[in-house]
């Protein structure tokens, strides 16, 4: 009996021991792993490439770069953790990464798995992930395609492209562009400090926000629209549902529009500081104020369900008709 229960001890021990390698192996390990598991990979510098399967296991395999001190790879329960440890070099005083020679690695988990990655230099691929992803970069681009659940996709240094997503999707970018086909889901958040937006989506319920860089959004039907830039232009397609409520501003950028001919909305634009607007919709035009550089233009299509309300310093505002 005694035998038994130091038996089942070491069994639980060794589901939790760390599969461990070291700078510039090549790793090739295997754990079982839950189909709902919880995959946090946490990993410095190089490249990755994550892939959902229909096996019930995590798989990692590659190459552990030259500067790689520990490679853990354990279980515990639900959860599976990679982690990837560097060897610190210092530079002008303080740890610095980019000069770190990186891992290339591929990492096959459970596709219902909700998977966690944080990197500070890498690329990433993550691919046919259906639990959630939450992936944040520092310097790194990120490649994402057949994603479902809650994705969040954050690089400050880098690009993002994501194809065939599906639920809630927040994505943001300071320094690089962004492009995402979103084919299904309630909510799109979307923001980039310096670079370019361009999304397709069925979301009801789209934020978007840029400071120097161009936004471009074709939509289905809408509930609510929230885009603002300072220094770039806003291009909307869209259809409205009831209710649905649509601002859009900028300080210097072009905003643009387009919405089916039998649209039922009532309009508030205004264009202040040399500003102008341009309105194919209806036969409505803007009024110029009597004293200083300004225009706006009130008006209704249909019998009015919804509001667009678009403002802008010194751009131009342009309805268009679908």
């Known amino acids: 009996m005694r035998n038994m229960v130091i038996f089942k001890t070491w069994v639980s021990v060794i589901s939790m021991f760390s599969i461990m390698?070291?700078?510039?192996?090549?790793?090739?390990?295997?754990?079982?792993?839950?189909?709902?598991?919880?995959?946090?990979?946490?990993?410095?510098a190089g490249s990755a490439e994550i892939i959902g399967w229909d096996k019930e296991m995590v798989s990692v395999s590659g190459e552990l770069g030259d500067d790689t001190e520990e490679f853990i790879f354990k279980r515990n329960g639900k959860s599976i953790e990679i982690k990837i440890e560097v060897k610190q070099k210092k530079s002008w005083g303080a740890w610095n990464s980019s000069d770190v020679d990186g891992d290339k690695l591929v990492i096959y988990v459970p596709k219902g798995s909700r998977v966690e990655y944080n990197t500070t230099n890498a690329d990433l691929r993550?691919?046919?992930?259906?639990?959630?992803?939450?992936?944040?970069?520092?310097?790194?681009?990120?490649?994402?395609?057949?994603?479902?659940?809650?994705?969040?996709?954050?690089?400050v240094n880098g690009e993002i492209n994501a194809k065939g997503i599906q639920g809630d999707v927040y994505a943001q970018a300071?320094?690089?562009?962004?492009?995402?086909?979103?084919?299904?889901?309630?909510l799109i958040q979307?923001?980039?400090v310096n670079g370019d937006i361009r999304v397709t989506t069925k979301a009801e319920d789209i934020a978007v926000e840029t400071v120097n860089g161009d936004i471009e959004f074709e939509m289905a039907q809408v509930a609510s629209v929230d885009a603002q830039t300072v220094n770039g232009d806003i291009d909307l397609s869209m259809a409205l549902r009831s209710g649905a409520v649509v601002k859009a501003n900028s300080v210097g950028g072009k905003i643009t529009l387009s919405l089916p001919v039998d649209t039922a909305a009532k309009f508030d634009l205004e264009a202040h500081?040399?500003?102008?607007?341009r309105n194919t919709l209806s036969d409505d035009k803007a009024q110029e104020a009597k004293y200083g550089p300004r225009e706006w233009l009130e008006f209704t299509t249909g019998e009015p369900n919804a509001t667009v309300d678009v403002t802008t310093v010194h751009g131009r505002i342009v309805i268009a008709k679908k």
């Open 126 to 155: 993550i691919d046919n992930i259906l639990g959630s992803s939450d992936i944040e970069i520092v310097n790194g681009d990120i490649q994402a395609s057949n994603l479902a659940g809650r994705i969040q996709l954050e690089s």
């Open 21 to 44: 390698a070291f700078a510039g192996e090549k790793v090739d390990q295997t754990l079982d792993a839950a189909a709902d598991s919880i995959v946090q990979i946490e990993h410095t």
């Open 174 to 186: 300071v320094n690089g562009d962004i492009k995402i086909e979103h084919v299904s889901g309630k």
């Open 273 to 277: 500081a040399g500003g102008s607007i």
């Open 190 to 192: 979307v923001g980039s």
